[in-house]
Structures are given as C-alpha cells and as structure tokens.
C-alpha cells in the first residue's frame, strides 16, 4: 500500500476517518502524541508508516512527542537510578558492588549504552527530585535550621510532618515531561550551590522563573542564564568564582601537520572582553561591509574566515602595520554595573556580550581604561522618546535598548552583531523614534522575522515576539531580550533596584560608542 500525504494520520494509526485531519491545531498535537505513545508502549517502532509520505506537520508533531516521551521516560529513570544509587550506599554489600560494579553510575551506564558521567547524571537528578522539605506556612518558607531541615523522604525522622518536594517546580515540569533532565540538573545544581547565600523565598522564586523559561531556552542559552542567576544569588562568591576563572586562563599555538597552525584556549571574561569585542567589531564591519557591495564583487568569506583574518590584521598593526586605520566599526567595550552595587562597592557587573557576570572590583578596574564604557544602570533616566524628530535612534536610547534587549532580542547573539531597527517601519507606517518602537536584532534574525512575519511587542522594559500562524497556530508570545537569556527583570525587586535606562557614567562615552551602537545607517 502506498501512503500519500493525505492519509499520513491513519498510517500513524488513527481509525476514525474524522480525526483523520491536520492542522486542526492542539486537538491534532495530542492526537499525534497518544498515537506515537501508544506506538512506543507496543514496541512497534515506525513498522507500517512510510515516513517519506509525513507531511511536514504530522512530522514535526512526531518529533515534538518523541521528546515529550522521551523526558518523560527520563524523569522516570532518573526517579530509579536514584533509588540504585541509595541502595548501592552499603559499600561492598551495596547493589552496585553485589552485581559487579564500582559504582551505581557504571551499573546504569552499563543498561544504558551512554556515558558514566550520563548515567550520574540521572543519578543527580533523582536524588535532587525525591528530595523534600518540611511544608510551612505562609509566603514561602522560613530559614530557620535551614540545611539540617532538609532530608530525604524515604529517611526522614519526622515523616509525619507534611513535606513538600524540595525542587518543587523543577520536579513537577520534568515529571510532566516538559524539562529536560539536562535542564533540570543545571537547574537544581545550581541552586543548591548557593543555599547558604539565599532565602528559601528567593529561591523559589529563582526555581520558578528559570524553569519557566527553560522551556523555550535552548540548553546553551539556559545554561548562560543559570550562570547568570548564580551570580546575582551569591554575590560574595562571584569574587572566588572570578579569580578561578582568571587562574584557568590558557592559550596555546601550535602547528599541525597540515601545516596549518591551531590556536586554542580559554580566557577569563576580563581577558576576553576586548578580545571578543576587538574580533566581534571586525567581523560586524566585514558584514555590513559585504551588505552594501553589489552582488557581483560580493565578499564570500566565512565568519569563521572574517574572524581569522581579524586576528592577522590586528596583529599586523600591533606590530606597526602603516595603514592608518582597522577595518573595524568604532567600538568601545561596555561594563555594567547597578548603581547600589556601585555604592556598596560590592556585588556584580557584566560586559557587554559576555554571559558570565564579574565582580564589582573588577567592574571598576575595567571602567579606570580609557575605551570602556561604564554603564550605570539605575541612575538617572534621559529623554528616551524622539517621535517622529529624528530617524536613527541616540546613543542614549541605544543603551536602553542594550539594558532591555542586551543584545539581539531575539536570540541572544552579542550586543556588536546586533542593529536597532524600528519595529514599525519608519517610512511605511510612520513608526516613531521611541524606545517601544525600537529593537536590538542580529541580521539573520531581522531576515528571519521578517521572511516568516513574526511580530514585535516592545514596551519600555520588555520585548516580546509573536510568532506567525505557521510556527505556532494560538500565536503565544514568547518573550525575548534580556528577561529571556539573562538576569530575569522580576527578581530585581527581590534584590535591587529598577534598571531602565541606563546612561553613561562619564563624559568621555559621548564621542566613543559602545559596540553595537553605531552600527545602524543615519
Ligand atoms: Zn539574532
Ligand atoms: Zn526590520
């Protein structure tokens, strides 16, 4: 029998001529969904679908529930490797040892197939789901004995005391199978590292709005946004964490037997902030470079390519090259940092397209070079609307935008790569030079959004993007920008004061300008 297009949903399995459509939207999503489980349940695989005849949405809906089940079945196996690990605990007359292995990971790595640091993995996760705490009233839990409160049901004294699970959010969304268990762990590790330096409340809180926006992050995307939130719950240790990085920091150069010469290394974030903003600002030049060109005389070259040749230019001219001036935008590298840290003289900043925070110290001796901007975020606002005035947006507004989008808005790429583009055109619909009318993105995703019809909600101090029918049929917003990749907007109130608009510590900033923003044509 050859399957076409149209009856793809019965050679999934659905009986009933009726429900035999798609595209009916989230009714067809579960229908999928019950079909692919049932389908996994039995163990029959894909024997009797021709996948080549899948329409493309039956396809993706196929894909969507593979992982759905497939975090499911995780947050299940999490729940048992931790019990194998518990009942491993005996030593030599533990479960591991007794069935030939040197450690509950390796047993399970062994049924698995995956890596030992995989099977841990599982192990982390469940023991940090069944973890409880003691249920207490009121807005979130008290700190009194905190730590020692904290047991495991299965050994706890006081079971009768009612008990909540400790990572209450994390455990219910990947119960639900919708975190992954990846995420989870980020999530759950990070949290316990900074248990001592926080209230349960503002945990919560943290636990919440991390999971929450997991679900849309991608793993490396939430991964910076948990390094993010570590920072700013455990300010004392960003210090420790700094210096770490700093003593880790190594560069090697070799040559390989191509004869092509390897450069690797990890740099600490004051190491590679003008390293990153030097090579970003290059390759940003070469872009915009080749978007203004005609087609035929087009520059084909790599961003790879670009950023190599970055590097063998800026070398050049460090050894006293006599062209007058790099082919690079104008560009200044920008420190952060909240006007209270400030005065504290303590607590946390960040650089302009970097996502791990440094610590204020840092902050200050960075801000003491003559190209870098100091930020203060929080300090007082400057008039950030032009209307219908002026076509290109100021630098004030510019880092505004930064502070709200903090790079592009849409996908997280660094400040230098980005544009601020009016979200209502300029000359088709009178779109005025205002900061709810402005917008950080990248190139690929300004094509992108336009290509596929996205639209753009921006207010002051958010930016949300509604997706086109063909992506998600209910149109859901999703948010973007700051509150997206980084340091959630609403734990501010919980920490620090309000940040929008953000102006220039110094007078010098007026005639050097931050990375990015000089990037749009006047
Ligand atoms: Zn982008
Ligand atoms: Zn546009």
Not at 260 to 271: A, Y
Not at 373 to 390: F, K, N, W
Request: glycine content about 10%; some cysteine.
């Amino acid at each position: 029998m050859t399957t076409t297009v149209a009856d793809a949903p019965a050679a999934l399995g659905y009986r009933a001529a009726a429900d035999a459509g798609i595209g009916s939207g989230s009714r067809s999503t579960s229908r999928v969904l019950g079909r692919v489980r049932a389908r996994v349940g039995e163990g029959r695989g894909w024997d009797g679908v021709d996948l080549e005849a899948l329409s493309e949405s039956v396809l993706l809906e196929s894909s969507s529930a593979l992982a759905q089940i497939e975090r499911e079945v995780n947050a299940m196996h999490a729940a048992i490797a931790h019990q194998i690990a518990r009942r491993s605990d005996a030593g030599p007359g533990g479960l591991a040892r007794r069935q030939g292995f040197q450690s509950p990971a390796k047993l399970i790595a062994s049924q698995t197939g995956e890596s030992t640091a995989e099977a841990q993995r599982l192990i982390n996760v469940g023991g940090a789901l069944a973890a409880t705490i003691p249920e207490v009233d009121g807005a979130g839990g008290s700190e009194v004995g905190l730590g020692s409160t904290e047991t495991e049901a299965t050994c706890s004294a006081d079971a009768q005391r009612p008990s909540r699970p400790k990572y209450v959010h994390v455990s219910a969304a990947t119960g639900a199978g919708k975190l992954s268990i990846s995420s989870g762990n980020l999530i759950t590790n990070m949290l316990g590292r900074v248990e001592a330096a926080t209230t349960s409340e503002v945990r919560l809180a943290a636990e919440r709005d991390l999971v929450d926006r997991a679900m849309r992050l991608s793993y490396d995307q939430l991964a910076r946004a948990v390094r993010q939130a570590e920072a700013w719950l455990d300010r004392e240790r960003i210090e420790q964490t700094h210096q770490m990085l700093r003593d880790e920091r190594c560069l090697t150069i070799r040559e390989d037997q191509a004869g092509m010469t390897l450069i690797s290394g990890k740099l600490d974030p004051e190491t590679a902030a003008p390293v990153r903003a030097m090579l970003d600002a290059m390759v940003a030049h070469g872009l915009r470079e080749r978007r203004e060109q005609d087609r035929l005389a087009a520059d084909v070259r790599s961003v790879g390519q670009m950023r190599a040749d970055a590097l063998g230019i800026a070398a050049r001219h460090v050894l006293g090259c006599k062209s007058e001036k790099l082919p690079m935008s104008p560009t200044a590298m920008v420190v952060r940092m909240n006007l209270d840290d400030l005065r504290a003289s303590a607590g946390v900043g960040e650089v302009d397209g970097l996502g791990q925070p440094i610590p204020a110290s840092v902050v200050r001796r960075m801000a003491a070079d003559a190209n870098v901007i100091p930020a203060v975020l929080g300090g007082e606002s400057e008039v950030l609307d032009l209307g219908r005035e002026q076509r290109s947006f100021s630098v004030g507004q510019r880092r505004a935008l930064f502070e709200r989008d903090g790079g592009c808005a849409f996908c997280g790429a660094p400040p230098s790569f980005t544009e601020a583009h009016h979200i209502r055109w300029w000359e088709r619909d009178d779109g005025p030079t205002d900061l709810e009318n402005g917008v950080l993105l990248c190139v690929r995703c300004h094509h992108l959004i336009h290509r596929d019809g996205w639209g753009i909600e921006a207010t002051v101090s958010t930016v949300e993007f509604v997706p086109p029918a063909s992506v998600d049929r209910n149109r859901v917003p999703r948010p973007g920008g700051r509150a997206m990749f980084d340091r959630p907007r609403d734990w501010r109130a919980l920490g620090d004061g309000e940040s929008v608009g953000a102006t220039a510590g110094v007078d010098s900033a007026a005639d050097t300008t931050a990375a990015g923003l000089i990037l749009e044509r006047p």
